[in-house]
């Protein structure tokens, strides 16, 4: 596990595209935390470190936006998931075995539909901290080697 305290959105986000440099196809990152907790703004890091050049911003109503970098990027949501069926027709199993990276927000909608091994990055705001609306923490959860050795490599990198 690997922890990150950031102190603005910037620092989100550059904790989303420094965690892109490892990421190689078929990599699945499903993000956990509140509402406004920060996951959009962790996704547009990654889609940076992708290389991804278009605005990124969540895909709400369409459940999955798609993106072209350096690998392809599938960016979901499922905060309005309201069954699972739902990701049935969504083909969310071609995404799951692709050649791209897929970032899943709200991924606890689909729990029991996910793949075992992937990265799981939870954010939330610092408790009793009201003084500093803007810190989080940042705990990377490795399911699997490949995310144990992302995770590995990374914390070397950033020293954190
Ligand atoms: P979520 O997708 O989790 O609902 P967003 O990423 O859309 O949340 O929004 C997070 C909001 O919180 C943004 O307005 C962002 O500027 C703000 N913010 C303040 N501090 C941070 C921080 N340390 N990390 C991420 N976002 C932050
Ligand atoms: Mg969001």
Known sequence: MLIIETH???????????????????????????????KTVFAQGVALGLGVAEPVSSPTFTLVNEYRGRLPFYHMDLYRLETPEALYDLGYEDYFDSDGVVLIEWAERAAGLLPRELLRVEIERAAGDSADAAHRWLRFVPFGPAYENILMRMEKECGC
């Open 8 to 38: 603005d959105a910037n620092e989100t986000r550059n904790a989303g595209r420094i965690l892109a440099g490892y990421l190689s196809p078929g990599n699945i990152i499903c993000l956990a935390g509140d509402l406004g907790a920060g």
